[in-house]
């Protein structure tokens, strides 16, 4: 057995070949000889049979040596699909993850940035912006929400009479 199923295709090819080219030379001297020898008619009609019989056994080796590499083919191609499939599953986790990580990093910047502002504003230092995009968008974000918190906050007012003695 050809472990190459291309061979095995290829043999089956050149076999199918043959055997149409023998009864093709066959046919044409049965006529000749059909004509001059009748007797050698019907041993050749004989032979034609068997050459005949032997192209459908060819025939069914080309299509079985077609058929099973292409349903390989198919199989291996469905088991790669499961395994993408399989891979996109993976990660859609990951992301999932990474998400969360990402979630809980901004919200210990956010943090951060609460406990360190006051120390900042103190020493007088301005802020350095964000080089991502992302980020300066989250930046905009918390100075928006600053001033809306000072907007919101009455100015304490310090007591400028002195208390009345009694």
Avoid: C, W, Y
Avoid at 101 to 118: F, G, S
Wanted: glycine share 4%; net charge positive.
């Amino acid at each position: 057995m050809v472990d190459n199923p291309i061979e095995l295709l290829i043999r089956s090819q050149q076999v199918a070949v043959k055997l149409a080219a023998d009864t093709l030379r066959t046919v044409t001297s049965a006529a000749v000889t059909g004509v001059t020898q009748p007797d050698e008619l019907v041993r050749q009609v004989g032979d034609l049979a068997g050459a005949v019989a032997s192209m459908a056994g060819a025939i069914t080796g080309i299509a079985g040596a077609t058929a099973q590499p292409l349903q390989d083919f198919i199989v291996r191609q469905r088991e790669l699909a499961d395994t993408v499939a399989t891979l996109a599953d993976a990660q859609a986790d990951l992301a999932a993850v990474v998400a969360k990580l990402a979630e809980r990093h901004a919200e210990a910047v956010t943090a951060l940035e609460n406990v360190t502002a006051p120390i900042f504003t103190l020493v007088g230092t301005d802020p350095t912006p964000p080089k991502t995009r992302a980020a300066r968008v989250r930046q905009s974000e918390v100075a928006t929400a600053a001033k809306k918190v000072s907007a919101a906050k009455p100015p304490s007012k310090a007591r400028t009479s002195k208390p009345k003695a009694t």
